[in-house]
């Protein structure tokens, strides 16, 4: 059973930087595309980022485009994600998944695509 856990949210000001982590415990030999989606209060969850496991290949949002960096890191079996210049607008709850299956090209960009969900961790930028 794949299982994830978000950390690194945190209360921040504009401008500033905050990098979120999360660890994935489960993962067998398949094949993996990780996201990171978040969810503001009264809005739907929306797409942030995505990484494939194996190849590293990535895509981002327009919103955040230039702003987020996501990465992996195979041996601590973790997804990052890097965010720079902090708008009061990417204040949110922030979520891992991981989608198992063969790499689909684009990455998967609908919550719908992904299988595995972790619980959040809360990101709070004030202006």
């Known amino acids: 059973q794949v299982q994830l856990a978000e950390s690194g949210g945190g209360l921040v000001q504009a401008g500033e930087s905050l990098r979120l982590s999360c660890t994935i415990s489960?993962?067998?030999?398949?094949?993996?595309?990780m996201g990171w989606f978040r969810q503001a209060p009264r809005k739907e969850r929306e797409f942030v980022a995505a990484i494939g496991w194996g190849n590293g290949r990535a895509d981002y949002s327009n919103s955040v485009d230039g702003r987020v960096a996501i990465s992996r890191d195979h041996a601590k079996s973790a997804v990052l994600l890097q965010m720079d210049g902090l708008k009061p607008e990417d204040t949110a709850l922030y979520y891992c998944a991981v989608r198992s299956g063969p790499f689909v090209d684009p990455l998967p960009r609908s919550a719908r695509q992904y299988h595995y969900w972790g619980q959040g961790t809360q990101v709070t930028v004030s202006s």
């Open positions: 489960g993962l067998t030999s398949g094949s993996y595309i």
